[in-house]
């Protein structure tokens, strides 16, 4: 069964780090890029971040330019997003998506279910 | 950045309607265009890419259209289970960032 699960979300204080886990299942993981997207309550879909099949891109929204990583182990089939100093804009859900092809596409063709990220005192 | 807008925003029709949704670009996108569908409380679903391209296993009575700066997503008889929110997201290019629209929200009349 082709899937992706994200994991790690949870309650963080403002200026704390965090780091979300996406597991993939039924492809070949390291032929895919993946994309991290979030959405905060009541609204619209933003995009966060991309990496390469073989993480050797990476391309980053501003609003989290220098603030959050994504990378990713291919023999674990998992990619993460590791999230420092955390504001409360930040608080979203935050789905991973698989990438059309390496990454360079931009085009995500499947979504994992979404984690829950609020930052709050 | 690329800005994508989307009208209307909210949208009341009836099964069987024909709807339309459209989403234009601040500069031009050629047809790297997608377009998902959300239902609430879930993830969004891939319908289209390639401004007219339809996804596997999505629906005929879905269909989309437009190339530069003007696009076009078609429900062609509205059903039931099409009831949630469209996005339609570029992605030109990373050099000015993926961006989505702000939604349109098809709703039951």
């Known amino acids: 069964q082709v899937q992706l699960v994200e994991s790690g979300g949870g309650v963080v204080q403002p200026g704390r780090s965090l780091r979300l886990s996406c597991a993939a299942s039924?492809?070949?993981?390291?032929?895919?890029?993946m994309h991290w997207v979030r959405q905060a309550p009541g609204k619209g879909l933003e995009w966060v971040g991309v990496i390469w099949h073989d993480g050797s891109n990476e391309y980053y929204a501003d609003s989290v330019k220098g603030r959050f990583t994504v990378s990713r182990d291919n023999s674990k089939n998992t990619v993460y997003l590791q999230m420092n100093s955390l504001r409360a804009e930040d608080t979203s859900v935050y789905y991973c998506?698989?990438?059309w092809g390496n990454g360079a596409s931009g085009a995500f063709d499947m979504w994992g279910q979404g984690i829950l990220v609020t930052v709050s005192s | 950045d690329i800005q994508m807008t989307q009208s209307p925003s909210t949208l009341s029709a009836s099964v069987g309607d024909r709807v339309t949704i459209t989403c234009r670009a601040s500069q031009s996108i050629n047809t790297w265009l997608a377009w998902h569908q959300q239902k609430p409380g879930k993830a969004p679903k891939l319908l289209m890419y390639?401004?007219?391209t339809l996804e596997s296993g999505v629906p005929s009575r879905f269909s989309g259209s437009g190339s530069g700066t003007e696009f076009t997503l078609t429900i062609s008889s509205l059903q039931p289970e099409d009831f949630a929110t469209y996005y339609c997201?570029?992605?030109?290019?990373?050099?000015?960032?993926?961006?989505f629209g702000g939604g349109t929200k098809v709703e039951i009349k």
């Open positions: 390639r401004a007219s």
């Open positions: 998506a698989r990438d």
């Open positions: 997201q570029q992605y030109n290019s990373y050099s000015t960032g993926l961006t």
């Open positions: 039924g492809f070949t993981f390291s032929s895919y890029g």
